[in-house]
């Protein structure tokens, strides 16, 4: 069965400050995934998916992803964030073979903005 | 706003009791799926369905029971409720029941069992 790994369970960055955000994943083939982001008391929005081709994959407000098969990783990265960038962020991996289509998710990342 | 909409916002009930949520998904998606978020499982995908049908199954728990009416809003049925089973259900819903499409996330309920 596919299974999602986020080690940080909190992680504190100072505004301004790169950021990355670990995903390790474990899944037979090439793993559909994705980069969720969820603010206090709000839905989950879609920040970045892979499916095929170009390994890095560009998101929504200035995100980006890097898909490494031979360490089964998708890593969230942003080059210098915001306050607004506060929330928890979920990594979640689809199945490509035809099976079951909910995703499974990590545990997520807390993201804490210090001033 | 994902077009997704989900009531109630909030539910309180005590155990042994049977609720309904319900989940009108964007204009135009066939498929709907619902997920449980709680404290210790995390975010848990429980079933899904397409135009009607029931497509796939994930963590649900027999007391548990969905279904997708023709104008493919959804309900979730939960009886029997326990006290474990207080949590944030999500609904989500996407334009195909392939997996890589985008899910696009509803904001939500709030089920207290007390």
């Known amino acids: 069965a596919q299974s999602v790994t986020q080690p940080d369970i909190h992680i504190t960055v100072s505004e301004g400050a790169s950021l990355e955000l670990r995903c390790n994943y474990s899944y037979g083939a090439t793993p559909y995934l994705f980069w969720y982001v969820q603010s206090p008391g709000q839905g989950l929005q879609l920040l970045l998916k892979y499916f095929s081709g170009d390994t890095l994959v560009q998101g929504i407000k200035g995100f980006e992803a890097e898909f490494k098969r031979s360490q089964s990783s998708f890593n969230l990265r942003k080059p210098s964030v915001h306050w607004s960038d506060a929330a928890e962020y979920f990594c979640?991996?689809?199945?490509?073979?035809?099976?079951?289509?909910?995703?499974?998710f990590g545990k997520g990342t807390h993201l804490i903005i210090q001033p | 706003d994902s077009g997704v909409t989900q009531t109630p916002k909030h539910l309180i009930t005590a155990t042994g009791q049977r609720v309904t949520l319900r989940c009108s998904p964007r204009s135009g998606d066939l498929s709907v799926y619902w997920y449980q978020q709680s404290l210790d499982q995390g975010l848990q995908f429980l079933i899904q369905y397409y135009n009607g049908e029931e497509r796939a199954k994930g963590n649900i728990l027999e007391r548990f029971s969905a279904q997708q009416f023709p104008d493919l809003h959804s309900e979730l049925n939960l009886s029997s409720l326990e006290l474990g089973d207080s949590a944030l259900y999500f609904c989500a819903s996407s334009a195909s029941g392939i997996s890589y499409n985008e899910q696009f996330f509803g904001p939500g309920t709030r089920l207290t069992v007390l």
């Open positions: 979640a991996v689809g199945d490509s073979g035809g099976g079951a289509d909910g995703l499974t």
